[in-house]
């Protein structure tokens, strides 16, 4: 997470902010601080964050190496990035590929991939998932009426037996009728945003399931940071106290677009919001109409520091 962070208000001319909206994103949506990379490009967030996860292991058993991100492109194509990751990385049994068109649940979709391909590897294998998106293009700046974007980095080093968190069941849905996005029709745009809350409970409910568990079992609900106001509607209708939901990146990271759900679980497992044994979901969905639900067990692993940064 940058040490940096930026006011909305500050944003506002860089981004087309009225002040109408940025009222709306500070005093409705609990929006305040989004973090943003000023000095670093995407490869370089990549590697730090990956040099960082990798300390101490044996990198010959890392098999796969993963790139989850939500805007297409974090860097020209020419730069063969995939490539260089695993030769800075160190990783020579490796293959590498990206993973998007998932939109902000490329993250969390990556751990079902993952878990695919390990399953025909030899044991002790692993995987090293790099979550990663930079905001190259005014357009992805912020999701308008909805959130700002911030910019994060993190890796996820995954096997299937082992110490650490562990994975119980999950859940992904993809709508395809909503596949264009933020250029969806005026009509279609409106029966998304009926749509969107109702399946996203819908895949909470599915991937709890796939657990074997009920909504009782799960101690914190881990949502993308995309605005408070959504998710304090969805306790509503779940009819649980939103003290369970973990909203308290969301003043000040923003929507760190397919990071959030794993940004959200290492601060929380920092500020002990969560605890060695809790079941936790871990929720996010992208505007083509796509979501995801990952249940997860979590373990006695190390914190984390505050990602609110420096002004």
Known sequence: MPSTT??????????????????????????????????????????????????GVDRTRVRHLVHPHTVLHVAPATHRLMTTLRDKLRLPEASGFELTHQHCTSG??????????????????????????RITTSLVQRLPGTTVFGEAAVAVLAGLDGPGDEVLGQAHRTLGEYHLSLD?????????????????????????????????????????????????????????????????????TGHCFCADPFVNLHTARAESAVAPGDVVAMLSAGSSGTFSAVLVRVDDLPGAPDPGGDS
């Not at 995407?42 to 590697?47: D, N, P, R």
């Not at 799960?218 to 369970?244: F, Q, Y």
Request: charged share 25%; glycine share 4%.
């Open 108 to 133: 969390l979709f990556a751990l079902r991939v993952i878990e695919a391909l390990l399953r025909t590897e030899r044991p002790g294998a692993q995987a090293l998932v790099l979550v990663t998106d």
């Open 184 to 252: 969806m029709p005026p009509d279609v745009q409106r029966r998304y945003k009926l749509a969107y809350m109702p399946t996203m409970l819908e895949v909470l409910h599915e991937a709890v399931a796939d657990a074997g568990l009920t909504l009782d079992d799960v101690d914190r609900i881990l949502p993308h940071n995309v605005n408070m106001h959504s998710w304090v509607m969805a306790a509503k209708t779940l009819g649980v106290p939103v003290e369970r939901f973990y909203l308290e990146n969301v003043p000040k």
């Open 6 to 55: 930026v006011a909305i208000a500050d944003l506002q001319e860089r981004i087309g902010l009225s002040r109408a909206e940025v009222r709306l994103y500070t005093s409705f949506l609990g929006l305040e601080r989004v973090p943003r990379v000023e000095d670093m490009t995407a490869l370089e967030m990549m590697l730090t964050v990956g040099e960082t996860v990798l300390d």
